[in-house]
Nanobody, 126 residues
Framework: QVQLVESGGGLVQAGDSLRLSCTTS????????MAWFRQTPGQERELIAA????????YYADFMKGRATISRDNAKNTVYLQMNSLAPEDTAVYFC???????????????????WGPGTQVTVSS
């Protein structure tokens, strides 16, 4: 059974940093590209960052460039998202997602990912 479980969310103040983790099981983690998305009520899920299965390339949404770092630890089957300089508009539910290395699709399309975590709430107060 495939499971992705996010952790590290919570309530922070504007300007703070936060590190999210997503631990996986049931997949050969090293063979999967991983991504972080976020979603607010009434809005579509949007990509924050993605990291290739090789770990050799990363992709960031424009709104997060310079403020976020995605990384992976294959030994721990875990992907991380370090976010800095958080602002109230970053308040959302944050999801991690996985797709097999053979998928040829834009990282930004949620439809390209086969497995998702339940999400973790991040709330940034002003």
């Amino acid at each position: 059974q495939v499971q992705l479980v996010e952790s590290g969310g919570g309530l922070v103040q504007a300007g703070d940093s936060l590190r999210l983790s997503c631990t996986t099981s049931g997949i050969t983690f090293s063979q999967y590209s991983m991504a972080w998305f976020r979603q607010t009520p009434g809005q579509e899920r949007e990509l924050i960052a993605a990291i290739a299965w090789t770990g050799g390339s990363t992709y960031y949404a424009d709104f997060m460039k310079g403020r976020a770092t995605i990384s992976r630890d294959n030994a721990k089957n875990t992907v991380y998202l370090q976010m800095n300089s958080l602002a109230p508009e970053d308040t959302a539910v944050y999801f991690c997602a996985a797709r097999f290395r053979g998928v040829r699709d834009s990282y930004s399309r949620p439809e390209g990912y086969t497995n998702w975590g339940p999400g973790t709430q991040v709330t940034v107060s002003s």
